[in-house]
Nanobody, 124 residues
Framework: QVRLVESGGGLVQAGGSLRLSCSYF????????MGWFRQAPGKEREFVAV????????YYADAVKGRFTISRDNTMNTVYLQMNSLKPEDTAIYSC?????????????????WGQGTQVTVST
């Protein structure tokens, strides 16, 4: 059984920064590619970033490229999302997901396990 728990969300002004963390409970964290997704009110869940099992492959959505950084610590079973230069359009519930595969992928249906999410709100 795998459980994912996100933390670090909150309210921040435009231009500010937040760091999200996702703790993975279960076996074989280091075998999983890990992704971050977000869902804004009235919109579908969308891909944000993914990191392969060893960090060798990293991909970002165009909307966050250059502002967000995904990383992982396999000794701590944790994946991070550093978000800088935040914009109001980044407001959403951010969820981490585990792929069940070591390779990076960007589709929602490529992921087997999901956390409950953490709210990020960016004010003007």
């Amino acid at each position: 059984q795998v459980r994912l728990v996100e933390s670090g969300g909150g309210l921040v002004q435009a231009g500010g920064s937040l760091r999200l963390s996702c703790s993975y409970f279960g076996r074989t964290f280091s075998s999983n590619a890990m992704g971050w997704f977000r869902q804004a009110p009235g919109k579908e869940r969308e891909f944000v970033a993914v990191i392969s099992w060893n960090g060798g492959s990293i991909y970002y959505a165009d909307a966050v490229k250059g502002r967000f950084t995904i990383s992982r610590d396999n000794t701590m079973n944790t994946v991070y999302l550093q978000m800088n230069s935040l914009k109001p359009e980044d407001t959403a519930i951010y969820s981490c997901a585990a792929r069940g595969d070591s390779r990076a992928a960007t589709g929602v249906y490529d992921y087997h396990y999901w956390g409950q999410g953490t709210q990020v709100t960016v004010s003007t």
